[in-house]
């Protein structure tokens, strides 16, 4: 009796030594990823991939995995994966900002890659690397910014709808779908995305080291190749992206192929497809109107 007393005891020991040293391997990989999985690899000659898929809206992922890239010291150079039409000035601007503050305080090597398209806000981020490697057929360009207003007015009229609107000053309802905008209300829309169009524009003069006046004719929102913006100097070499994960191993001495870690992707719904796709053609998202860098 007292021998299987002993042998239950000893399992259970065993049982519990599991669970604790489990425990720990968690707790030590949440304090090292903040929580998200990444793929595990050895601690010396890592490159860390950050992807930005589709429209640039919720920065916070991004700039968080920017974050806790530029706090681990085992990886040594980023690579940023853009397959983006742009979309929101503020969200471009929060991980343009963020990459900045990787390359500068982190001081870690940080190379664009761009794929099918990188295009307004997305170039715009890319700007804030040491290097950008486009593919010779990559979509980018698109430099400008665009404020979209539905207009329902002849809908209401119809339907027989008819708004009042009790105001404090003459352009609070600036923008408004159930009436035209005036004249003055277009123009004070205008001086303010101009003011955010220069913003883009120094960006460029400060990332890529061009003359604001080599800028400016192709800054008018057209849109162009990978080959066509290695002419024009808005990119520095055409590759794809092992290119650019070698390139960024390279730029921080890494001898030999680096070990690549990334977040796990997430998964997006049909349901969040179909309300990005009726945002674009309405001009309208769950915040109202807003500036956008975007391709169109």
């Known amino acids: 009796m007292s021998r299987n007393r002993w042998l239950l005891g000893c399992a259970l020991l065993i049982a ?9 391997f968690l707790v030590v990989n949440l304090a090292i990823t903040g929580g998200d999985r990444l793929t595990l690899s050895p601690l010396t000659g890592r ?21 806790r890239m530029q706090r681990d ?6 690579v940023l994966r853009l397959d983006s039409p742009g979309g929101g000035v ?32 997305a ?17 980018t360009g698109s430099i400008g910014v665009i404020m979209t207003f539905p207009n329902t007015e002849d809908l209401f009229r119809k339907v027989g709808i008819r708004f009042e609107t009790i105001k404090t000053g003459k352009y609070k309802d600036i923008g408004t779908m159930w009436r035209p905008m005036t004249d003055e209300e277009r123009k004070l829309l205008q001086d303010v995305l101009s003011n955010v169009y220069d913003q883009f524009v120094d960006a460029i003069v400060e990332g890529r080291g061009l003359a604001r006046e080599d800028i400016l004719p192709y800054a ?13 100097g808005f990119v520095d070499r055409l590759g794809d992206l092992d290119d650019s994960i070698r390139l960024a191993g390279e730029m921080a001495g890494i001898t030999g192929q680096p070990v690549v870690v990334r977040k796990e992707r997430r998964h997006v719904s049909f349901l969040d497809l179909v309300d990005n796709k009726m945002n674009q053609m309405t001009g309208l998202s769950s915040h109202g109107p807003r500036l956008e860098y975007r391709l169109r």
């Open 16 to 24: 519990a030594s599991v669970v604790i040293i489990g425990l720990a």
């Open 90 to 121: 503020a969200a471009s601007q929060e991980i343009y900002e963020s990459v900045k503050k990787l390359r500068d305080e982190g001081k870690k090597p940080v190379i664009a890659s761009m794929g099918g398209v990188a295009a307004s806000g």
């Open 47 to 67: 490159v860390g991939l950050v992807e930005i898929v589709g429209e640039i809206d919720d920065p916070e992922s991004v700039v968080d995995q920017l974050d």
């Open 220 to 232: 008018d929102g057209r849109i162009f190749s990978g080959d066509q913006a290695l002419e024009y």
């Open 73 to 78: 010291t085992s990886i040594r150079a980023v």
């Open 123 to 139: 170039y715009y981020v890319a700007c804030a690397a040491d290097s950008i490697v486009a593919n010779a057929g990559t979509l």
